[in-house]
T-cell receptor
Framework: DVKVTQSSRYLVKRTGEKVFLECVQD?????MFWYRQDPGLGLRLIYF???????EKGDIPEGYSVSREKKERFSLILESASTNQTSMYLC????????????FGNGTRLTVT | DAKTTQPNSMESNEEEPVHLPCNHS???????IHWYRQLPSQGPEYVIH???SNVNNRMASLAIAEDRKSSTLILHRATLRDAAVYYC?????????FGTGTSLTVIP
């Protein structure tokens, strides 16, 4: 069974702090994704990566950066957290290929005060 | 610009079939139609996907309109464990475009 693990279930940070959200997958997937989920807005793609050290912007990359130094790990970085980044963050991974589904972690609920 | 449109919520009685609709009028010829569901306090999980033909698996069936501008997820016998938010998604390349989903309530 594929496992996508997000390092924290709940996180509380202060405005201006640098925040790291970590995601690890154990199935050798090439592709990894970061989404944020907000009421009424559904899931929105922040960044994705199709290979080590490669990254692509999604629909809402502003205020975020990512790092993929190893295939199994994809980090989302909030350089200077703001209150409008309070949200549920979901990591996902998948193989390359038309039939391969996304596998999600259980999310990190981030609150920025 | 929303790529998929779904009703915000639906209700079903337990053990009855459920038809969850989705409109995707701007779908392109290479977009796959995926459905995922999200149980409370979990990340979304894959349910089914298709391109042009209707599809069946152990979880559900997917009926795709001939013009591909709409699709319907069919749960043949709803159980209480099927209460979740169901997302209809278009996949183009490596991008998955999520809508806001339909919250399904199953009534015992």
């Amino acid at each position: 069974d594929v496992k996508v693990t997000q390092s924290s279930r709940y996180l509380v940070k202060r405005t201006g702090e640098k925040v790291f959200l970590e995601c690890v997958q154990d199935m050798d997937h090439e592709n990894m994704f970061w989404y944020r989920q907000d009421p009424g807005l559904g899931l929105r793609l922040i960044y994705f990566s199709y290979d080590v050290k490669m990254k692509e912007k999604g629909d809402i990359p502003e205020g975020y950066s990512v790092s993929r130094e190893k295939k199994e790990r994809f980090s989302l970085i909030l350089e200077s957290a703001s209150t409008n980044q309070t949200s549920m963050y979901l990591c996902a991974s998948r193989y390359t290929g038309a039939l391969s589904p996304l596998h999600f972690g259980n999310g990190t609920r981030l609150t920025v005060t | 610009d929303a790529k998929t449109t779904q009703p915000n919520s639906m209700e079903s009685n337990e053990e009855e079939p459920v038809h969850l609709p989705c409109n995707h009028s701007t779908i392109s010829g290479t977009d796959y139609i995926h459905w995922y569901r999200q149980l409370p306090s979990q990340g979304p999980e894959y349910v089914i996907h298709g391109l042009t033909s209707n599809v069946n698996n152990r979880m559900a069936s997917l009926a795709i309109a001939e013009d591909r501008k709409s699709s319907t997820l069919i749960l043949h016998r709803a159980t209480l464990r099927d209460a979740a938010v169901y997302y209809c998604i278009l996949r183009g390349g490596n991008q998955f475009y999520f809508g806001t989903g339909t919250s399904l309530t199953v009534i015992p």
